[in-house]
């Protein structure tokens, strides 16, 4: 079956969207959302970019050249996605998100609203980061939803946990199924739950060593 690619769509040189992926959507609303509402343009993506079978990107999303969008992955409204970023299959950029050149997310991942990612971030498989310290309740969490931001050259290892509004500070390593309740400097190393620090990053693995 053939791809479901909306109008006015803009489909930038040697695009690809194979089967049953979907282009442009209009997300639906529960009456209760709190997400915006306003007219959303056209979704965007760049010069080489591929979607790959059964992914679903949003319209309002803006994606650069040569993404790749893995097999039922998700990229939702309003997200700003960089140059040559891997989101694995599926994963789900939720709205409002941005997300910096050459970072790879791996399958499974969950990157909530309301996130910030910079460039060359490694995210592993199965991550989940959250927004709201309230779930739910509250009238004041609606001014204080904010979901991480993930520094440039950072690393968040299989199945963490990043708690909403937290800092993953520059090359920074949280390791696989660490529970991140307060920030993280950069070019530390955490584990555990809750994650706190137990080394330095080695200087090789840094970005720029």
Same mark, same amino acid.
């Given at each position: 079956m053939d791809a479901d690619i909306h109008p006015d769509t803009l489909l930038g040189e040697s695009v690809i969207v194979h089967d049953h992926a979907?282009?442009?959507?209009? =997300?639906?609303?529960s009456p209760r959302s709190t997400v915006s509402r306003e007219p959303l343009p056209p979704a965007v993506l760049g010069a080489g970019t591929v979607v790959s079978t059964g992914a679903?990107?949003?319209? *309002?999303? !803006?994606? *650069?050249? @040569?993404?790749?969008?893995?097999? *039922?992955?998700?990229? @939702?409204?309003r997200c700003v996605i960089g140059d040559d970023v891997v989101i694995g299959r599926g994963s789900l950029v939720e709205n409002d998100t941005t997300v910096g050149a050459r970072t790879t997310i791996q399958a499974h991942?969950?990157? !909530?609203a309301y996130s910030t990612v910079e460039e060359d971030v490694f995210i592993a498989p199965c991550v989940v980061t959250t927004n709201d310290n309230f779930m739910g309740r509250t009238e004041r969490r609606h +001014?204080?939803?904010?979901? =991480? !931001?993930? @520094? @440039?050259?950072?690393r968040v290892g299989g199945g963490?946990?990043?708690c909403p509004g937290i800092e993953i500070g520059e090359d920074a390593f949280v390791g696989a199924g660490a529970v991140v309740t307060k920030n993280v400097p950069a070019r530390k190393v955490v584990v555990g739950n809750p994650a706190r620090v137990i080394r330095d990053?080695?200087?090789?693995?840094?970005? +720029?060593?």
């Open positions: 979907i282009v442009g959507k209009q =997300p639906v609303l679903i990107v949003f319209a *309002g999303a !803006t994606l *650069g050249a @040569r993404v790749l969008i893995g097999d *039922g992955a998700c990229v @939702r409204e991942a969950y990157v !909530t +001014d204080l939803k904010q979901g =991480p !931001t993930i @520094r @440039r050259g950072a963490a946990v990043l990053v080695a200087d090789d693995e840094l970005l +720029d060593a």
